[in-house]
């Protein structure tokens, strides 16, 4: 079993920052992909950035050259850098991530954390 649990969402004015944190704790062998994704009121969820363990990085176009993916793999954690914030960002975050346990591999949902972007 693998628990992700985010941080750092909240509220800010259009042109702010945040930084949301995922750490994923359990008896994980591995970490595969890790990323994000949100979800907006009436809309269907949808990538936002996603990290494979190699490092290689794929950011949705209305977010390019605004958000930053990183993540720590000795802490089994991933980072979403979110500058320049638009009030179409506004939106639920979810963590999302691939990793093995002694099940097999799996992929594994955070709870979500809110981001309202708004003056």
């Known amino acids: 079993q693998v628990q992700l649990v985010e941080s750092g969402g909240g509220l800010v004015q259009p042109g702010g920052s945040l930084r949301l944190s995922c750490a994923a704790s359990?008896?994980?062998?591995?970490?595969?992909?890790m990323g994000w994704y949100r979800q907006a009121p009436g809309k269907q969820r949808e990538l936002v950035a996603v990290?494979?363990?190699?490092?290689?990085?794929n950011y949705a176009d209305s977010v390019k050259g605004r958000f930053t993916i990183s993540r720590d793999n000795a802490k089994n954690a991933v980072y979403l850098q979110m500058n320049s914030l638009k009030p179409e960002d506004t939106a639920v975050y979810y963590c999302?991530?691939?990793?093995?346990?002694?099940?097999?591999?799996?992929?594994?949902w955070g709870q979500g954390t809110q981001v309202t972007v708004s003056s």
């Open positions: 999302n991530a691939g990793a093995s346990t002694w099940g097999g591999p799996g992929a594994y």
């Open positions: 359990g008896s994980i062998f591995g970490m595969n992909r």
């Open positions: 990290q494979t363990s190699g490092g290689s990085t």
